[in-house]
C-alpha cells in the first residue's frame, strides 16, 4: 500500500504580494510544528511539495528531523487566482463549473489534471512508499474530487481557513482506497 500524505500549508501572510514567495505568519511557524508531531514517528520515505515557500516552509522541519530532502514539482502548486479569485462567488462559480475561472485566473480542471498528473507519476515512482506533500487548499480539494467526486465546494469551504490540514490517502497501485483527515487547525486571519 503507498500512502499519501497531503499538508496543506499552514496560516501564511495573505497581504504578501507574491503568491509564490508568500511567508508563514508567526502563528503558521508555529503551527507548523503540529504537521512534525503529527507524523514523526511515521516511517515518511519521500518528501514532495509545491515550491511555494509556506508549502515548503511547512513541511521543513519534518524533513530535517527525518533527515530528508524536500524535492518541488511545480504542478502541485495553488491555482493561479485572477481577479477577485479570493470572491465566495467566484468559488462557488469554479467549483459549479470546472471550466469556469475569473479573469486572469486558472479554471479547476486545469489545477485538476496537472495535480492528478503528478500524483499518478508519483504513485508509480515510490510505490508502496510513505509520502508527503506539501500543497495547497485548493490543490489538495482537487486531488480529493478526483478520486472522490462527492467531494465538493461545501467540503472546500470546510477547511477554507483550516491551515495546517493534513490528509492521508491509501492507494494500491493507482487504485484509490480510502482517505482520513488527519489534522485540522482551523486558522482564521
Given at each position: 500500500?503507498?500512502?499519501?500524505?497531503?499538508?496543506?500549508?499552514?496560516?501564511?501572510?495573505?497581504?504578501?504580494?507574491?503568491?509564490n514567495t508568500k511567508p508563514l505568519?508567526?502563528?503558521?511557524?508555529?503551527?507548523?510544528?503540529?504537521?512534525?508531531?503529527?507524523?514523526?514517528?511515521?516511517?515518511?520515505?519521500?518528501?514532495?511539495?509545491?515550491?511555494?515557500?509556506?508549502?515548503?516552509?511547512?513541511?521543513?522541519?519534518?524533513?530535517?528531523?527525518?533527515?530528508?530532502?524536500?524535492?518541488?514539482?511545480?504542478?502541485?502548486?495553488?491555482?493561479?487566482?485572477?481577479?477577485?479569485?479570493?470572491?465566495?462567488?467566484?468559488?462557488?462559480?469554479?467549483?459549479?463549473?470546472?471550466?469556469f475561472c475569473e479573469e486572469g485566473?486558472?479554471?479547476?480542471?486545469?489545477?485538476?489534471?496537472?495535480?492528478?498528473?503528478?500524483?499518478?507519476?508519483?504513485?508509480?515512482?515510490?510505490?508502496?512508499?510513505?509520502?508527503?506533500?506539501?500543497?495547497?487548499?485548493?490543490?489538495?480539494?482537487?486531488?480529493?474530487?478526483?478520486?472522490?467526486?462527492?467531494?465538493?465546494?461545501?467540503?472546500?469551504?470546510?477547511?477554507?481557513?483550516?491551515?495546517?490540514?493534513?490528509?492521508?490517502?491509501?492507494?494500491?497501485?493507482?487504485?484509490?482506497?480510502?482517505?482520513?483527515?488527519?489534522?485540522?487547525?482551523?486558522?482564521?486571519?
Open positions: 500500500m503507498t500512502r499519501v500524505y497531503l499538508v496543506r500549508h499552514a496560516q501564511s501572510d495573505r497581504l504578501w504580494p507574491h503568491d505568519t508567526p502563528l503558521g511557524l508555529e503551527e507548523r510544528h503540529k504537521v512534525t508531531r503529527l507524523l514523526e514517528t511515521i516511517p515518511i520515505d519521500v518528501f514532495l511539495s509545491s515550491p511555494f515557500k509556506r508549502s515548503v516552509d511547512t513541511i521543513s522541519p519534518l524533513s530535517e528531523l527525518l533527515g530528508k530532502s524536500i524535492h518541488t514539482d511545480a504542478r502541485f502548486r495553488e491555482r493561479m487566482p485572477g481577479e477577485n479569485g479570493y470572491a465566495v462567488e467566484m468559488l462557488e462559480k469554479r467549483w459549479a463549473d470546472f471550466g485566473g486558472e479554471t479547476i480542471a486545469g489545477t485538476q489534471k496537472r495535480n492528478v498528473e503528478a500524483l499518478r507519476e508519483t504513485l508509480d515512482a515510490f510505490r508502496g512508499k510513505s509520502i508527503v506533500i506539501g500543497t495547497h487548499g485548493t490543490a489538495m480539494s482537487v486531488i480529493i474530487n478526483h478520486y472522490d467526486p462527492s467531494f465538493g465546494c461545501d467540503d472546500f469551504k470546510r477547511i477554507w481557513h483550516v491551515m495546517p490540514y493534513v490528509i492521508r490517502l491509501d492507494f494500491e497501485g493507482q487504485e484509490y482506497i480510502s482517505r482520513e483527515e488527519l489534522l485540522f487547525v482551523e486558522s482564521f486571519h
